[in-house]
């Protein structure tokens, strides 16, 4: 079963729209949860949260947790055909030994069209 | 059922060692990763792998090699390792090579070099 499920899968907007990203996990000892945003080579590491409630934001982006309904949202605002991307979520919980694990969903694949 | 697994999931060792990591992938995909995740929870890709063709990341070591001993399989052998060596490694594989090809990612090797 998933542990970080992430929806939609996919989704096409038009330039200028804003779309909301869900990430929803399930995990025993949660740490903080990661967006990425992967577009070319490597994923491009957008956000960590830590806390519920409080939003971080970069320029258009900006993401916020629930650590009590166990999820985050990615929101991009007047969206821009390079925010074409997928866009992943990984949640990092404790996994013992004084260390822990990274899991990713399947990733949102936004594609944003003129 | 697991898509992408790596093993070990941890490794600790002594500096000058050689060690590998094995990735395998059951989802039949045509290309695989390396990523190392740094301190500040960013993905460096290392390698990138197909039947056809191998990409390096030019940064990397050449004591870091991949071996593709099928397309299921993408291990990481590392000779001689450092300190600095010490870090999350994460194996990932996509249906195609390109950017926004949804990657699934393996759930980590976390190796530390004393």
């Known amino acids: 079963e998933d542990k970080v499920v992430q929806s939609p899968l996919s989704l096409v907007v038009h330039e200028g729209d804003t779309v909301t990203l869900n990430c929803s996990y399930e995990v025993t000892n949660f740490r903080s949860l990661l967006w990425y945003k992967q577009e070319k080579k490597a994923p491009t590491f957008l956000f960590m949260l830590?806390?519920?409630?409080i939003e971080k934001k970069s320029g258009r982006l900006s993401s916020i947790l629930d650590k009590k309904e166990l999820f985050s949202i990615l929101n991009i605002t007047a969206t821009q055909t390079g925010d074409s991307a997928v866009y992943l979520c990984?949640?990092?919980?404790?996994?013992?030994?004084?260390?822990?694990?990274?899991?990713f969903g399947k990733g949102t694949k936004l594609s944003v069209i003129p | 059922d697991t898509a992408v697994s790596q093993t070990p999931k941890y490794l600790v060792t002594q500096m000058g060692n050689d060690k590998s990591i094995k990735c395998e992938q059951n989802?039949?995909?045509?290309?695989m990763y390396w990523y190392k995740q740094d301190s500040k929870k960013f993905l460096k890709i290392m390698f990138s792998y197909n039947n056809k063709e191998l990409i390096i990341n030019e940064t990397v070591p050449n004591r870091f090699s991949p071996k593709s001993p099928d397309k299921a399989h993408l291990n990481l052998h590392i000779n001689s390792l450092e300190l600095g060596d010490s870090a999350v490694y994460f194996c990932a594989s996509s249906q195609f090579a390109g950017g926004r090809e949804t990657q699934y990612f393996g759930p980590g090797t976390r190796l530390l070099v004393l």
């Open positions: 989802l039949g995909h045509d290309t």
């Open positions: 990984a949640v990092e919980d404790y996994s013992g030994a004084g260390s822990y694990q990274l899991t």
């Open positions: 830590t806390s519920s409630g």
